[in-house]
């Protein structure tokens, strides 16, 4: 009697047929002639596999039948923090998640902090069984961003509450009612620079809506006032206009009485040489010669300041080692602006200083205050220059990404 149990269908396909039994020989011709055909005979076997019946002790995939007992596991619990690009209150396309911003949790225990990852999220552990997580206990908690100076929360939470409650059978057998809502960050749009004349003591700028301001310098001619989104103008530069859009904005000196650009300008991304990891930009990438620099995909490094400077796309340049950096031609072009930031929270507030030359005489300089939560537009509008110098006061690493360029 032929067996059908799984020791014999799991025998090699020779076995089944009569070979290897002992006899040497193959199995004799069946009616009709020639061998059982492979495809029937496949289709056979088959057959025997489906009439064979599932066996309790062969169901590795049994359901969960009893979901009162404890799992005792954990899970995070997340504060997702963005930058909050084009300001709407919501995270929609073209927003970055943004990294190294804290968030504080108060509730039943101790309180605790966590900061937000390279992904935007500031994770917490909870668990109803584990005493090592940050959250263990039901009750309410309370979670709390701090916010930047100079920064926004544009989704109205930056401090929100949430239930915890005991739920044997999930993960962390802990839940959130609700879970925490994202929460969105954006920079107060400023603009900030030096007065171009020392004997200047306010300038008045209109902008859109008719609206004004009044630029006030300190003891060393600089100014920092707030604005509105779009373009504003003044009498020092009639039919020029600075366009502010979604980071402040730096006034070089030379704006002030630079010529408008002549030509078509180019945008420098970054994010056109290679796909992924880091790479020294080679000369002739844009039509320049490049010193230092590297560009590297926003999450090859940890430092927070490689994510959040990133203005387009998922590449950006920083000066290798920290050690100065510079951009040259051989014929004359004009550097019309770019975002530059800082590489890490720990170089927070770094000084970039930027000097650029014609020929071998200096023309101009800037001074940037960095930060590494977001990039500062510097509207530059250097005229005519042939090299371009980026250097850092204490030799740490600044960023840089959509520089705009006018060449020959």
């Given at each position: 009697?032929?067996?059908?149990?799984?020791?014999?269908?799991?025998?090699?396909?020779?076995?089944?047929?009569?070979?290897?039994?002992?006899?040497?020989?193959?199995?004799?011709?069946?009616?009709?002639?020639g061998k059982?055909?492979?495809?029937?005979?496949?289709?056979?076997?088959?057959?025997?596999?489906?009439?064979?019946?599932?066996?309790?002790?062969?169901?590795?995939?049994?359901?969960?039948?009893?979901?009162?007992?404890?799992?005792?596991?954990?899970?995070?619990?997340?504060?997702?923090?963005?930058?909050?690009?084009?300001?709407?209150?919501?995270?929609?396309?073209?927003?970055?998640?943004?990294?190294?911003?804290?968030?504080?949790?108060?509730?039943?225990?101790?309180?605790?902090?966590?900061?937000?990852?390279?992904?935007?999220?500031?994770?917490?552990?909870?668990?109803?069984?584990?005493?090592?997580?940050?959250?263990?206990?039901?009750?309410?908690?309370?979670?709390?961003?701090?916010?930047?100076?100079?920064?926004?929360?544009?989704?109205?939470?930056?401090?929100?509450?949430?239930?915890?409650?005991?739920?044997?059978?999930?993960?962390?057998?802990?839940?959130?009612?609700?879970?925490?809502?994202?929460?969105?960050?954006?920079?107060?749009?400023?603009?900030?620079?030096?007065?171009?004349?020392p004997s200047?003591?306010?300038?008045?700028?209109?902008?859109?809506?008719?609206?004004?301001?009044?630029?006030?310098?300190?003891?060393?001619?600089?100014?920092?006032?707030?604005?509105?989104?779009?373009?504003?103008?003044?009498?020092?530069?009639?039919?020029?206009?600075?366009?502010?859009?979604?980071?402040?904005?730096?006034?070089?000196?030379?704006?002030?009485?630079?010529?408008?650009?002549?030509?078509?300008?180019?945008?420098?991304?970054?994010?056109?040489?290679?796909?992924?990891?880091?790479?020294?930009?080679?000369?002739?990438?844009?039509?320049?010669?490049?010193?230092?620099?590297?560009?590297?995909?926003?999450?090859f490094y940890?430092?927070?300041?490689?994510?959040?400077?990133?203005?387009?796309?998922?590449?950006?340049?920083?000066?290798?080692?920290?050690?100065?950096?510079?951009?040259?031609?051989?014929?004359?072009?004009?550097?019309?602006?770019?975002?530059?930031?800082?590489?890490?929270?720990?170089?927070?507030?770094?000084?970039?200083?930027?000097?650029?030359?014609?020929?071998?005489?200096?023309?101009?300089?800037?001074?940037?205050?960095?930060?590494?939560?977001?990039?500062?537009?510097?509207?530059?509008?250097?005229?005519?220059?042939?090299?371009?110098?980026?250097?850092?006061?204490?030799?740490?690493?600044?960023?840089?990404?959509?520089?705009?360029?006018?060449?020959?």
């Open positions: 009697m032929a067996r059908t149990d799984a020791t014999v269908l799991a025998k090699p396909a020779h076995a089944v047929n009569g070979a290897g039994r002992g006899e040497g020989k193959p199995s004799p011709p069946r009616e009709g002639g059982f055909p492979p495809l029937a005979f496949g289709l056979a076997a088959l057959a025997v596999l489906a009439a064979v019946p599932a066996l309790a002790e062969d169901d590795y995939y049994p359901p969960r039948t009893d979901w009162s007992s404890y799992w005792e596991g954990n899970l995070n619990i997340s504060v997702f923090v963005f930058r909050d690009i084009n300001r709407n209150g919501l995270y929609d396309l073209g927003d970055q998640p943004m990294s190294g911003i804290i968030v504080d949790a108060e509730g039943m225990g101790r309180p605790i902090w966590a900061v937000s990852n390279g992904a935007g999220f500031a994770n917490f552990t909870m668990s109803g069984t584990q005493s090592d997580a940050a959250i263990m206990f039901e009750g309410t908690y309370e979670f709390t961003v701090r916010v930047p100076s100079h920064w926004l929360v544009t989704t109205g939470n930056a401090v929100q509450t949430t239930e915890f409650k005991s739920r044997p059978g999930s993960p962390a057998d802990l839940i959130a009612d609700p879970a925490p809502h994202l929460v969105g960050l954006a920079p107060e749009l400023r603009l900030l620079g030096t007065f171009p004349d200047t003591t306010d300038i008045v700028l209109a902008g859109p809506d008719r609206a004004t301001r009044r630029l006030h310098a300190d003891s060393a001619h600089r100014f920092a006032v707030a604005v509105e989104q779009g373009a504003w103008h003044n009498k020092l530069a009639p039919g020029r206009d600075l366009d502010v859009n979604t980071t402040p904005v730096q006034v070089a000196q030379a704006w002030w009485s630079s010529p408008d650009p002549v030509g078509a300008s180019e945008k420098i991304t970054f994010d056109d040489l290679q796909s992924e990891g880091v790479l020294k930009i080679p000369s002739g990438y844009g039509g320049l010669g490049w010193d230092n620099f590297v560009m590297t995909h926003r999450k940890d430092p927070e300041g490689y994510r959040n400077g990133v203005m387009s796309g998922e590449f950006l340049a920083y000066n290798g080692s920290g050690h100065p950096a510079a951009i040259s031609s051989s014929k004359p072009f004009n550097f019309v602006g770019g975002y530059f930031g800082a590489s890490s929270l720990e170089a927070e507030g770094e000084t970039l200083l930027i000097t650029a030359f014609k020929g071998d005489q200096p023309a101009y300089h800037e001074e940037m205050t960095l930060s590494a939560l977001g990039p500062t537009y510097l509207a530059a509008d250097f005229d005519g220059i042939t090299r371009l110098e980026f250097r850092t006061a204490h030799y740490w690493q600044f960023t840089a990404d959509d520089l705009t360029v006018v060449l020959p």
